[in-house]
T-cell receptor
Framework: DAKTTQPTSMDCAEGRAANLPCNHS???????VYWYRQIHSQGPQYIIH???NNETNEMASLIITEDRKSSTLILPHATLRDTAVYYC???????????????FGSGTQLTVLP | AAGVIQSPRHLIKEKRETATLKCYPI?????VYWYQQGPGQDPQFLIS???????DKGSIPDRFSAQQFSDYHSELNMSSLELGDSALYFC?????????????FGSGTQLSVL
């Protein structure tokens, strides 16, 4: 799996958009970008994933650059409950008939400030 | 919606004892993953099972073993426990399809080895 680089920590004001960057310059053409988060001592939680196109769901938006070497996770209106470690993970996903684990690197500690 | 269930939530053992952690995946999920998270560390992949067969192996010590049963639940068996085994152990489950895999994590088992 391609390596990812994320800032160690970020702050965001409550109600503002939180933009979390991730560099994955060695990503291959068939690797997806996944985002998970982990609120203190809880199990990691899936947020969003994408291959090439930008994606949006009820939790966040994922913007992937055209060359796919970096991406940004956007939490449009951050709340105090969004304080967590956010992990950007590049992964092949799974092919039919096999499983593939996620490798967690060092994520970004996002602190939402009141 | 049903989630991944892990038991017990907390476990205290002495050095050299054995421990068994259980994981019940989301119904119809066919893949189970085990992760270990030490204090202040990121989750580390241990082992995974797909359709009751071992699929991938990570940094799992030889003292640990795991299996997935016919009802798809999984157990992680840990023997000759050491102080360094104290950690949060997460189980995750997924349904293997064509790409785009999402892992759903349980709340974890906190193991303390005294």
């Amino acid at each position: 799996d391609a390596k990812t680089t994320q800032p160690t920590s970020m702050d965001c004001a409550e109600g503002r958009a939180a933009n979390l960057p991730c560099n994955h310059s060695t990503i291959s053409g068939n690797e997806y970008v996944y985002w998970y988060r982990q609120i203190h001592s809880q199990g990691p939680q899936y947020i969003i994933h994408g291959l090439k196109n930008n994606e949006t769901n009820e939790m966040a938006s994922l913007i992937i650059t055209e060359d796919r070497k970096s991406s940004t996770l956007i939490l449009p209106h951050a709340t105090l409950r969004d304080t967590a470690v956010y992990y950007c993970i590049v992964n092949l996903g799974i092919s039919s008939g096999s499983a593939r684990q996620l490798t967690f690197g060092s994520g970004t500690q996002l602190t939402v400030l009141p | 919606a049903a989630g991944v269930i892990q038991s017990p939530r907390h476990l205290i053992k002495e050095k050299r004892e054995t421990a068994t952690l259980k994981c019940y995946p989301i119904p119809r999920h066919d893949t189970v993953y085990w992760y270990q998270q030490g204090p202040g560390q990121d989750p580390q992949f241990l082992i995974s099972f797909y359709e009751k067969m071992q699929s991938d192996k990570g940094s799992i010590p030889d003292r640990f073993s795991a299996q997935q049963f016919s009802d798809y639940h999984s157990e992680l068996n840990m023997s000759s426990l050491e102080l360094g085994d104290s950690a949060l152990y997460f189980c995750a489950s997924s349904f293997v399809g064509v790409g785009n895999e999402k892992l759903f994590f349980g709340s974890g088992t906190q193991l303390s080895v005294l």
